[in-house]
């Protein structure tokens, strides 16, 4: 069966630092891989989506950048963290673009 | 390109009674159409899903029918209980897009 894993959990960082939010996933084999943010109390914003290796997908301009080295994994990134990055980051994998299944989640608070 | 709009924002009922949260969707190319619960602090999970060539969808208490006509889907969950307690998030999946559009979210809470 196939699981999707996060790290770290949670993660408290200050303003300016930098960001490294993993994500894999097992048990499926070229998976269409997404990465979203959740403000506290509102909805899922997509920020990025990957069809494929090193193919990236850009919803909204931001602070942030993803990249896909390898097949199941997906990395979300940032060089200088904003006060408005803090949210609930939660990675999602589908074959086809069809059912999405969430990770756990990373919960993020910017100092 | 796709949107998606939900309503309502919030609804509360007792427990026991029936709850409707209903979606509107404005590409007629859209085909699949999912409904995910979240739980305070928690995943977002699939609790049930509809594709276009079905009209309504049935599993355990929980329900979904789609018009496609009028281009909304709507959740139905019959006999509510406390643990229906969450967020509810319909999507929409635009053939070929790969990926969804969410609505806005409706926060459920089930009155004791």
């Known amino acids: 069966s196939q699981t999707i894993h996060q790290w770290p959990a949670t993660l408290v960082q200050p303003v300016g630092s930098p960001l490294s939010l993993e994500c894999t996933v097992e048990?499926?084999?070229?998976?269409?891989l997404y990465w979203y943010r959740q403000a506290a109390g509102r909805g899922l914003q997509l920020l990025f989506y990957s069809v494929g290796i090193g193919q990236i997908s850009s919803e909204v301009p931001q602070n942030l950048s993803a990249s896909r080295p390898q097949d199941r994994q997906f990395i979300l990134s940032s060089k200088k963290l904003l006060l408005s990055d803090s949210g609930f980051y939660l990675c999602?994998?589908?074959?086809?673009?069809?059912?999405?299944?969430f990770g756990p989640g990373t919960r993020l608070t910017v100092l | 390109g796709e949107n998606v709009e939900q309503h309502p924002s919030t609804l509360s009922v007792q427990e026991g009674d029936s709850a409707v949260i209903k979606c509107t969707y404005s590409d007629s190319a859209s085909n699949y159409f999912p409904w995910y619960k979240q739980e305070l602090g928690k995943r977002p999970q699939l609790i049930i899903d509809i594709r276009s060539n079905v009209g309504e969808k049935k599993d355990q208490r929980i329900a979904v029918t789609l018009n496609k006509t009028a281009k909304h889907f709507s959740l139905h969950i019959t006999e509510t209980q406390p643990e229906d307690s969450a967020v509810y998030f319909c999507?929409?999946?635009?053939?070929?897009?790969?990926?969804?559009?969410f609505g806005q979210g409706t926060r459920l809470t089930i009155n004791p």
């Open positions: 999507a929409a999946s635009l053939q070929g897009a790969q990926k969804l559009v």
């Open positions: 048990g499926t084999s070229n998976p269409n």
């Open positions: 999602a994998w589908s074959v086809l673009g069809d059912t999405q299944y």
